[in-house]
């Protein structure tokens, strides 16, 4: 079974201060691990995705995510917040040959204060 | 860059009836789309995986006979929820992927349905 825990519910910044969002993942394949980010009322859009090539992944808006497989962890860092960033974050994963059934955490919101 | 369209976006319907859907990738071919469902402050679930020119699977616990998908195409799949309920009220998202090797989920907008 595979299973991702995004371990806080919300996380609260002021604007040009680091953001980190955490992210746990459970799964008996080798993983593709995902972070989505939604606005209220929007569709998901991807932010970058690890596919067992280098474990510190890039991706748009001066996000990045770093995945450590001792501690079965993806978290989606960024040095500096934006108001602009303020939104719902999913972290997701696929494993075994379903590419696309994703298996999404519970979100974490995320709130940048001025 | 590859883009999904989902129509519509927000629906109001009356209790038993039935609201259709439509999930169309724009500038791909998806021969799968995925159906999620969003409820209030909750992650999505995956409801269903849509085949293109076969029968839809779907995931434990969802009715197949209440949630009707239909892949006709290469670009448009369909969710029709039947004879809809208060509780069906919910955020459905659509995502699909193009044919080729590997390629990323591209996800809808989502609609957001209300049943009164």
């Known amino acids: 079974a595979q299973s991702v825990t995004q371990l806080d519910s919300h996380v609260s910044v002021s604007e040009g201060t680091p953001v980190l969002l955490r992210c746990n993942y459970s799964?008996?394949?080798?993983?593709?691990l995902f972070w989505y980010v939604q606005h209220p009322n929007k569709g998901l859009q991807l932010l970058l995705k690890?596919?067992?090539?280098?474990?510190l992944v890039k991706g748009i808006n001066g996000f990045e995510a770093e995945f450590k497989k001792s501690e079965t962890s993806f978290h989606l860092t960024k040095p500096s917040a934006h108001m602009s960033d303020a939104a719902e974050y999913f972290c997701a994963l696929a494993g075994g040959t379903s590419y696309g059934k994703l298996t999404f955490g519970q979100g974490t919101i995320l709130t940048v204060h001025p | 860059g590859a883009v999904v369209s989902q129509h519509p976006s927000r629906v109001i319907c009356k209790s038993g009836t039935s609201v259709k859907i439509e999930c169309r990738s724009l500038?791909?071919?998806?021969?799968?789309m995925f159906w999620y469902r969003q409820f209030p402050k909750q992650s999505l679930m995956l409801m269903a995986t849509s085949n293109e020119g076969s029968k839809a699977t779907y995931e434990q616990g969802v009715e197949k006979d209440k949630f009707l998908i239909n892949h006709a195409s290469l670009t448009l799949s369909t969710l029709t929820v039947t004879s809809a309920h208060p509780e069906d009220s919910s955020f459905y998202i659509c995502?699909?992927?193009?044919?080729?090797?590997?390629?990323?989920?591209?996800f809808g907008n989502g609609t957001r349905l209300t049943v009164t």
């Open positions: 799964s008996s394949y080798s993983p593709s």
């Open positions: 500038d791909f071919q998806a021969t799968t």
């Open positions: 995502s699909a992927r193009d044919r080729a090797y590997n390629s990323p989920l591209h």
């Open positions: 690890y596919t067992s090539a280098a474990t």
